[in-house]
């Protein structure tokens, strides 16, 4: 990757890991909350019958809310595991209850995992990313390990869905022609379809 564009998106992610973590929490909560019935509410959660979602931490969009939506609305939930630090390497992994996810990896919350747990990216309807900023075009900044980026190149792009405060979003954000687009953000004031889904 170009020396230039890596400096210019560690730049642009501290920034906005700086703007979201000086956030008052309980507005944070809030828009959480907003998000989530947001995104409960879109045709492509509607249709899916399996979901799959980060589990949040820090002052991420807390997905606690969405998740337990998930399980009500009687879909099989699956979260990412990672399973090998070194390499950026994860996994969808299925869970019954948000309690069951009580290993912290890399300070996230994950179930414990053996390789029969694991799913196909096939057979997932529709996943949920985490990221620091997103453009109007559904390109994403990560936190920089590339779990994601790795593990989304053969994914259809049309069942993604950032999730984000509404700050997050920005013009452009600075992108290779490898990084794939989402298909639809939500934040607490809108929906940005990126593709149609």
Do not use: H
């Not at 000086?22 to 909350?33: R, T």
């Not at 807390?62 to 399980?71: G, M, P, Y």
């Not at 069951?100 to 053996?114: E, F, S, Y």
Request: aromatic letters at 10%.
């Amino acid at each position: 990757m170009n020396i230039c564009l890596n400096l210019r998106k560690k730049q642009i992610r501290a920034k906005f890991l700086t703007l979201r973590d000086n956030q008052d929490f309980k507005d944070l909560q809030g828009y959480s909350m907003e998000i989530a019935c947001k995104a409960r509410k879109l045709s492509l959660y509607k249709k899916a019958k399996t979901v799959m979602a980060y589990l949040s931490c820090g002052s991420e969009v807390s997905t606690d809310c969405l998740v337990n939506f998930a399980f009500q609305d009687k879909k099989e939930v699956y979260v990412a595991a990672i399973t090998d630090v070194k390499n950026s390497k994860m996994q969808a992994v299925r869970i019954l209850k948000l309690e069951n996810a009580n290993q912290l990896v890399c300070g996230i919350r994950q179930p414990k995992t053996d390789k029969s747990d694991f799913v196909g990216k096939d057979s997932i309807d529709l996943i949920f990313v985490p990221g620091v900023v997103f453009s109007k075009q559904g390109s994403r900044i990560g936190y920089g390990k590339g779990f994601y980026d790795r593990w989304l190149q053969d994914v259809d792009c049309a069942k993604t869905v950032g999730l984000a405060y509404d700050f997050q979003i920005v013009k452009e954000v600075p992108s290779v022609e490898y990084d794939l687009p989402l298909g639809c953000i939500v934040t607490e004031k809108r929906v940005i379809k990126v593709l149609d889904n």
